[in-house]
């Protein structure tokens, strides 16, 4: 059910703003060039993303001091107030360093309710989808920096009868998900802002897995605003669920959590190890 409360203008018009000055440095930055180096963990890392996060932690600190801010590259600040901003500055740096423009910049806000701000902003088609607890689901083009000037956007309820599906990390999914997912579906490779996509029509659904909180944490308050359901392969809420996420219309995911719960009743694990 969706929550009573409404989210103030100045704080949407702040995270907008907010994204849209991290999509215009990292745009900047992609066509410049940004020599990638590795973290502990195997994945990659560029100035550009420390560069971004930066940019963002410095706004966050003048505009709402008392609250904490968690980034993909520099952990966590902890705040006074209760809320906090969750910011991949760089999603898809894979992308960025093999100068391929799919990368997108994800901003999120949770307040003492839970997720109450969402923005995935894609600098290089110049595309952001903005959407706010009790405000709804808005697509920005062309530059535009304010909530009210976006497209107001919901998917579609109506049943489909072969859904087209974005997949992130499918590389991970066990033969199991994978066979039961392709006789549901027509799957296809996407990358971290499939929620762009689904919100605008474009596809069906998503399934991803082994995302980090900061992926995402912009998906429970954009997909709800637009009227989709969003949980984990095994239907718990996707923040805290194990790292992936079943997103669609209500009618379709619950056909697709029928099919993934079929596989978990069956003994079969959804992923592998990747």
């Known amino acids: 059910m969706r929550r009573p409360r409404v989210t103030d203008d100045d704080l949407i018009e702040f ?54 801010l968690l980034g993909e590259e520099t952990g966590e600040s902890a705040g006074r107030s209760g809320r906090r901003w969750v910011c991949d500055p760089i999603s ?21 309710h839970g997720p109450a701000v969402g923005v995935i902003n894609l600098p290089m088609q110049q595309e952001m989808v903005v ?11 062309g530059g535009q920096r304010r909530f009210g000037a976006g497209r107001r956007v919901e998917v579609d309820p109506a049943d489909v009868g072969k859904p087209l599906l974005l997949a992130a990390n499918q590389h991970t ?74 997103a669609a219309s209500p009618t379709l995911h619950r056909h697709l959590l029928e099919t993934t719960t079929a596989i978990r009743n069956g003994g079969a694990p959804y992923y592998r190890n990747p």
Not at 100 to 108: K, Q, R, T
Not at 175 to 184: N, T
Not at 188 to 212: E, I, K, P, S
Request: hydrophobic share 45%; proline share 4%.
């Open 15 to 68: 995270a907008v703003e907010l994204a849209a000055n991290a999509g215009e440095l990292s745009a900047g930055l992609f066509l410049a060039g940004s020599p990638r180096r590795f973290k502990e963990d195997g994945s990659e890392v560029t100035d550009a993303d420390v560069r971004v996060e930066e940019l963002v932690r410095a706004a966050v600190a003048r505009y709402a001091p008392d609250d904490g």
């Open 131 to 141: 959407a706010a607890a009790g405000r709804g689901c808005r697509v920005l083009t």
């Open 173 to 246: 999914w066990s033969e199991e998900l994978l066979v039961a997912l392709h006789r549901r579906a027509t799957v296809v490779g996407a990358v971290h802002h499939a929620a762009v996509h689904l919100v605008t029509g474009r596809v069906d659904g998503f399934v991803m897995t082994h995302q980090g909180y900061d992926d995402l944490a912009p998906l429970p308050v954009i997909l709800a605003e637009a009227g989709a359901t969003v949980t984990d392969l095994s239907g718990d809420p996707v923040l805290t669920g194990d790292g992936s996420a079943l």
């Open 92 to 112: 898809g740096t894979a992308y960025f360093t093999r100068r391929m423009p799919l990368f997108a910049n994800l901003i999120a806000y949770e307040d003492e």
